[in-house]
Every structure is written in C-alpha cells, then in structure tokens.
C-alpha cells in the first residue's frame, strides 16, 4: 500500500517536529535551588532590587542598591549605614542619601532580569524577607552563616509576596562562586547604565 502525498507530508512533518523538541535547549538550573530558572512571565510582575554593603577603612558600612520596576524604570540609592548620629555636624553630609532614577535600555533591562533570575527563590511569601521564612535563599552548597554579614542581596517583590537571596562571604560552592559572578555582572551593568544617565544629564 503507498501513502498518499498528503500522509507523507504528515509524516514529515510530524518527524520534524519530534526532532525539534529534541534538540530543545535544556533550561538552565537556579543556582538556589533544584528546579529550572524561572522564565520571563514568572518575573514580569517581580520588582527586582539589588543591594550590597561594602565595609569602609574606618569600619563603617556603605550600602548601595538599585530598584528595577517591571517596566524597566531604576531608582538608585546610595548611602552609608547609620551607626549613631555623627558627633560633628560636618561630618552629616556622609550619612546623606544620594538617589536617582532612570530608565534602562530594554535589552540591559532584559539581561539584568535574565540574570537576577538565576538568584530567585523557587516560591515568594507573603511576609517581609528581614523576618526570614522560606522564601531566603542561598546558594546551593551554601548555608545561613549567623557569624557572616550580608554582604549583598536581591530582593524580589511580586504584589505582597517576597523572596530574598542572599550573599555571604565564605561560601565556596561552585553554585557560591557563579551567584556572585551574577551579582556583580547585574551591579557593572546598572553602574554603567547609572554612569550613562549621569553623562547625558551634564
């Protein structure tokens, strides 16, 4: 019995497609977690805001974060943490806050996303991330240190529900060592965008 023409391209193109979803390219794991990387639409309504404390010489912490709205627009704030009041009223203008916002170019946008993705716990809670509950995460291979700072964070906020990831230093895990590789990629991104803004704006 011959197959019609009809059947035939059927068949072919029924072949053709099973051997696409073949070479479909695997999604790529969190690093917080065993599951894929959450997709776009997961984070499309996701405020994402990334954060890091850098100790100063004289011990004193500078914090530094950049708050991305799902449209793409960036508030920045700058500011060193405060300990007590300062005993001169000189030395004030270094605990003052410096923030700015701007728009960032969709595809930086897209592959800041794409990145901050990776650190996203694999649920979000209802409760603030600073109480802790099961929306922190880590890096695999990496647990709370309650004798570490945090050292660099990004918080993602969808409606009422947060989810945290958080950096320490002393993690060694290879999961550690690429979720801090993210992490300043995101931060070299918006610096550079925040730069670019700053340059336009003289």
């Known amino acids: 019995m011959v197959a019609s ?3 035939a391209s059927l068949f072919a193109l029924l072949a ?3 051997l696409s979803a073949c070479h479909q ?3 790529p794991s969190s690093l917080v977690g065993d599951f894929p990387v959450p997709g776009i639409y997961a ?3 996701d405020t994402i805001t990334v954060w890091k404390r850098t100790q100063q010489p004289d011990g004193a912490w500078k914090f530094q974060a950049y708050s991305i709205t799902p449209g793409g627009t960036v508030e920045a704030l700058e500011e060193m943490e405060r300990v007590g009041a300062p005993a001169a009223s000189e030395d004030a203008i ?3 806050e410096q923030r700015k916002a701007f728009a960032l170019p969709q595809s930086e946008f897209e592959a800041i996303r794409a990145k901050a993705a990776l650190l996203r716990p694999g649920s979000l809670g209802p409760k603030d991330p600073i109480g802790g509950y099961g929306g922190e995460a880590y890096a695999r291979g990496c647990s709370q240190d309650k004798g570490q700072p945090r050292i660099a ?3 993602f906020l ?3 529900n947060w989810g945290v990831f958080i950096l320490q230093p002393g993690c060694g895990s290879a999961s550690g060592r690429e979720a801090e590789a993210a992490m300043a990629d995101i931060f070299d991104k918006l610096d550079r965008a925040a730069g670019a803004v700053k340059q336009a704006r003289r």
């Open 5 to 7: 023409p009809r059947i």
């Open 153 to 155: 964070g990004v918080n």
């Open 94 to 96: 270094d605990f003052s």
């Open 43 to 45: 984070l499309a309504g």
């Open 25 to 27: 390219p695997k999604p």
């Open 158 to 160: 969808n409606n009422a």
């Open 16 to 18: 053709t497609a099973a």
